[in-house]
Structures are given as C-alpha cells and as structure tokens.
T-cell receptor
C-alpha cells in the first residue's frame, strides 16, 4: 500500500527566503507525482506534475524534483512571498489511476 | 470550458439519509475520482473510474457507491449517511494515467 509523507507539517519563513518542501513515498512504482496548492476552505490548484521518466519540472519560482529510487520529491520555492502562504500537497499516482496524497505542509510567509 | 463542476456546494444530512453528490467534467477526460478530506489531513481516495462503465474502489470505499454511465458524469452516492462521513468531498478528472489531475471546488457535507 502506497504511503505518502510530507515533512514538515508546518513551516513559517520570512518573505524573500528560498525554501524546500519534502514529500516521500513508499512505492517506487508510482507513475507520476503531482504537487498542489490549497488555500483555506478552497479546492486544489495543480502546481507541477512530474512524470516517472522525468527528474524535475519548473514553473516560474517553483521547481519540483522526483527521485524514484529514494522515494522522494521536493518542491523548491524561490524568493517566497506572502501570497505563497497556503497548504502544499503532494500526490503519487499509479498507472492504474489511484492517487495517494500526503497530509500537506502548511506554509506561512511573513511580510 | 467549465472544467470540473460539483453540486451541491454545501449539504446537511441527518443520520440515515441518502443522497447523491454530483460531479461533471467537460474535458472529455477518461479518469475520474472521488476523494474526501477531513480537517488537517490530505485527501483519501474513495472510488475512481478509468472510463465509462469501469469503476474501482479506493482507500475508503465503505458507505459509498459510484457508477460511470457517461464519460462526463461520475456521481457519488451515500447510501445511509453517518456522522463519520462529515467531510469535504472533492471530485477530480484526468485525461489518462500519468496526466494532470484537475479538481472541482468541493462539496462540504455535514451529517448530524
């Protein structure tokens, strides 16, 4: 059974700092890994999708990496802004279409 | 495109009542899924479908039924609501395996 863990559960940083969010998974047979952002009381917004054959994806100030051999993915946020404050979730999907989510990291960026 | 739509946005049920949460997508996606999210937790997969007429159980399927008669719609039925089913329910769709999942806005369900 796939298990996905996100560490830390919460993170508070000053504006402008670069930071890394971690996601680890137990089943290296994941087909892809997707990072999402969730604002309080809202739905999920897709940030980045990394296919199993890829090692990283970039979008603006965000960079996500995937290392299947070690069971880890990281989301790097450069030059953090108060608007980045949200909960960040990672999800691993199998080729059968089943996704397993971590519990998320709640990020607070202080002005 | 409307993307993934869910109705209703909010619902209050009494224990033992049944209801159907609606989910529709207009992107011609083959994959659709239902998740529940409890406070402070990630999403847990209830049921999923890889195409019309095909459904399978996720991590927490008990108390829920699904069917997929069309590509566009994937309703979730609560057979006999229980307080433990109080949660926020999200529907998602994807074009296929390994592709990006898109989420609906969610249905907040309270069972008293």
């Amino acid at each position: 059974k796939q298990e996905v863990t996100q560490i830390p559960a919460a993170l508070s940083v000053p504006e402008g700092e670069n930071l890394v969010l971690n996601c680890s998974f137990t089943d290296s047979a994941i087909y892809n890994l997707q990072w999402f952002r969730q604002d309080p009381g809202k739905g999920l917004t897709s940030l980045l999708l990394i296919q199993s054959s890829q090692r990283e994806q970039t979008s603006g100030r965000l960079n996500a990496s995937l290392d299947k051999s070690s069971g880890r993915s990281t989301l790097y946020i450069a030059a953090s802004q108060p608007g980045d404050s949200a909960t960040y979730l990672c999800a691993g999907m199998t080729n059968a279409g089943k996704s397993t989510f971590g519990d998320g990291t709640t990020l607070t960026v202080k002005p | 495109n409307a993307g993934v739509t869910q109705t209703p946005k909010f619902q209050v049920l009494k224990t033992g009542q049944s209801m159907t949460l609606q989910c529709a997508q207009d992107m011609n996606h083959e994959y659709m899924s239902w998740y529940r999210q409890d406070p402070g937790m990630g999403l847990r997969l209830i049921h999923y479908s890889v195409g019309a007429g095909i459904t399978d159980q996720g991590e927490v399927p008990n108390g829920y039924n699904v069917s997929r008669s069309t590509t566009e719609d994937f309703p979730l039925r609560l057979l006999s609501a229980a307080p433990s089913q109080t949660s926020v329910y999200f529907c998602a769709s994807a074009a296929g395996p390994g592709t990006e999942q898109y989420f609906g806005p969610g249905t907040r369900l309270t069972v008293t």
